[in-house]
């Protein structure tokens, strides 16, 4: 290991850092006019994709926590993009729907990832490849920490 190596610049943290936080300002104006935060338009696109979801399927594919997610429920739900509905099958679970506004939204939002990519001034092959690399990291990192968890379980 060298002093070079701890130079802000090297640090692929930072650069993933820094890139979240300029694609989620790029993001910003697009989702100001629908009225949406980023995690918000997040839970939208699921329920977009997806439909009528439980909160702990939200919760996994967005991975977030339940203590992140039920404020952001809430958010949405006082805003009329959502309602949440204990299961008839079991009454501790509940399921999030969109409303008409939530399901009308998605009219409105659809300009927004075209937007967003021509603003990056990167190639469409060039932004998927990225997308993919950064979901093999991802999963890459999520299953080293499985490991280690699992080799230091009793």
Request: proline share 4%.
């Amino acid at each position: 290991m060298t002093a070079d190596d701890l130079k802000l610049e090297k640090q692929v943290c930072f650069a993933l850092y820094a890139a979240s936080r300029a694609v989620t300002g790029l993001y910003r104006p697009a989702l100001d006019a629908l009225g949406l935060t980023y995690p918000q338009y997040l839970v939208l696109l699921v329920l977009w994709e997806r439909g009528p979801v439980l909160v702990k399927e939200l919760g996994q594919a967005l991975d977030l926590d339940s203590g992140t997610l039920s404020p952001l429920l809430k958010r949405l739900e006082a805003a009329g993009l959502v309602r949440r509905a204990r299961c008839a099958e079991d009454e501790r679970a509940v399921r999030i729907h969109l409303t008409d506004d939530g399901a009308a939204l998605r009219d409105r939002a659809t300009s927004v990832p075209r937007k967003l990519s021509g603003a990056t001034g990167m190639a469409r092959e060039d932004l998927e490849a990225l997308r993919q690399n950064l979901v093999r990291l991802t999963e890459e990192i999520t299953a080293q920490q499985d490991r280690t968890r699992r080799g230091s379980a009793p």
